[in-house]
């Protein structure tokens, strides 16, 4: 191979790797500002997805800046929650706080337990973010904040993983399966962040990034308990009133 090829070479490794790099920045920079209240957080602290952070609220505004990013959108409430991830007992094992927010949400396993909440859903996403393959975030439509955001990507994990350790640090490791399956997480201001490696049925790599908005799920919880309350002390007085 002569100079020149290997000079065109190696131009075109640098291209891609500030292209891949590009598209995978939008994720992790910093939260989009908003007038909602709450404690204040260090915006280079706070978990963000594509500018989604604890404080975000879900607005019309918000929703075309992440279609402009991330495609078209499906949106639906009162929606289910489940909090678990890679496998059903994985949250009890290494995050039993996450466990215990969940078994609060699903109080009876035999019913569906619908909550108040919107759920935006990104499935095709266009080329420019190629890193990622589905991408989804979950609102409280009380206080209309995040819950959660989940990330599921077949590429550039590798690349990722280290754009998370350069933005928030090192992360703490769960060996919790095979020699391939593992996951990094993070913990700020009570939310969690968590990478995981999962090969699919075929054994190739996947990876799965998930947030939990903890203080917005506790707040979800506080909301729907103040809200039950109240229709079961209208319900009593209703019934006072037959007779």
């Known amino acids: 191979m002569n100079k020149t090829n290997k000079s065109l070479l190696i131009i075109a490794g640098i291209i891609l790797s500030i292209l891949l790099l590009s598209s995978s920045y939008v994720l992790f920079r910093e939260e989009i500002p908003n007038s909602g209240d709450g404690k204040d957080l260090n915006p280079e602290d706070a978990f963000t997805f594509f500018g ?16 402009n990013t991330l495609g078209s959108d499906a949106i639906e409430t009162r929606t289910t929650i489940n909090l678990e991830i890679l496998y059903p007992d994985f949250i009890q094992e ?27 859903t990104f499935r095709y996403i266009p080329d420019k973010i190629k890193s990622f393959n589905y991408v989804e975030f979950l609102f409280s439509n009380y206080s209309r904040k995040p819950l959660y955001g989940k990330i599921r990507t077949k590429n550039d994990g590798i690349e990722i993983l280290e754009l998370l350790k350069a933005r928030y640090g090192d992360p703490e490791k769960i060996d919790w399966g095979k020699s391939e399956e593992w ?38 919880i506080e909301k729907e308990d103040q809200e039950k309350r109240l229709q079961e002390e209208e319900a009593t007085k209703q019934l006072k009133r037959a007779f």
Do not use: C
């Open 52 to 67: 989604v952070g604890p404080k975000t609220e879900i607005t019309r505004s918000l929703r075309d800046e992440l279609r």
């Open 183 to 220: 996951s990094f997480f993070w913990r700020s201001h009570g939310d969690i962040l968590i990478f995981s490696k999962k090969p699919d049925k075929f054994g190739n790599p996947e990876y799965f990034i998930m947030i939990y908005y903890v203080d917005n799920i506790e707040d979800l």
């Open 94 to 120: 290494y995050f039993p706080h996450i466990h215990q927010l969940n078994k609060k949400l699903n109080e009876n396993a035999r019913q569906r337990i619908e909550h108040n909440t919107i759920k935006v």
